[in-house]
């Protein structure tokens, strides 16, 4: 079955900043691929996705870079606020198959003022 | 409108006991999904529902754990005979299955501690 790993599993950085979180999948039918923020005792809240017909995707300071080839995925961050300190997932599935989330385990993303 | 909701938020029970929990998922939305997240872990896909069926049970970790789903709508998930290892944080998430954009909206979850 698909397996996602994610990398680093922290990352401090410094606001204003860019904060790069990257993640590998295993199962190349899978084709959908979105990012989840989950802040301290809050639900995880879906921050951005991409499907596998494109390469990248931007929705402002954040985008999402997708390589199927080498099978990895990025979300990156720019100019880094205090508030996008948080805990970041990725996961992969199959769209049109049961369309579970296989997630990578997370980092910890603190942003420092 | 309302998101997803589950109850309860906080469940203290003793090993060896049976637990239920429950999930209201967004209205409209055909497909459950119950994931578990354990301290400083990721989420762990346990069942899939579209409409009253469960498709994918493959992520179940033993025959203690069963869920149902009932009138399309609300999913109760089961665990017998808890263990200290099933001391978790169980988040229930729906969506608008059928469609091109499957965004999976997750409840607030049930925070699971076996004695």
Excluded at chain 2, 12 to 32: F, N, Q, W, Y
Excluded at chain 2, 54 to 65: E, H, I, Y
Aim: charged share 20%.
């Amino acid at each position: 079955g698909e397996n996602v790993e994610q990398h680093p599993s922290t990352l401090s950085v410094q606001e204003g900043d860019s904060a790069v979180i990257k993640c590998t999948y295993s199962d190349s039918a899978s084709n959908y691929f979105p990012w989840y923020k989950q802040e301290l005792g809050k639900r995880p809240q879906l921050i951005i996705d991409i499907r596998s017909n494109v390469g990248e995707k931007k929705d402002q300071r954040i985008a999402v870079t997708l390589n199927k080839t080498a099978k990895h995925f990025s979300l990156h961050i720019t100019e880094t606020q205090p508030e996008d300190s948080a805990v970041y997932f990725c996961a992969a599935s199959i769209e049109g198959g049961s369309e579970k989330l296989v997630f990578g385990k997370g980092t910890k993303l603190t942003v420092n003022p | 409108g309302a998101g997803v909701s589950q109850s309860p938020s906080n469940k203290v029970t003793e090993k060896g006991k049976d637990v239920e929990l429950r999930c209201d998922p967004i209205s409209g939305h055909t497909a459950l999904y119950w994931y578990r997240q354990s301290l400083g872990q990721g989420l762990e896909f346990l069942i899939y529902f579209q409409g009253n069926s469960a498709p994918d049970k493959s992520g179940l970790p033993s025959d203690r754990f069963s869920a149902e789903r009932t009138g399309g709508s609300v999913s109760t998930l089961t665990i017998q005979r808890t263990q200290q290892e099933d001391s978790a944080v169980y988040l229930c998430a729906s969506s608008l299955a059928g469609t091109t954009y499957n965004e999976q909206f997750f409840g607030p979850g049930t925070r699971l501690t076996v004695l």
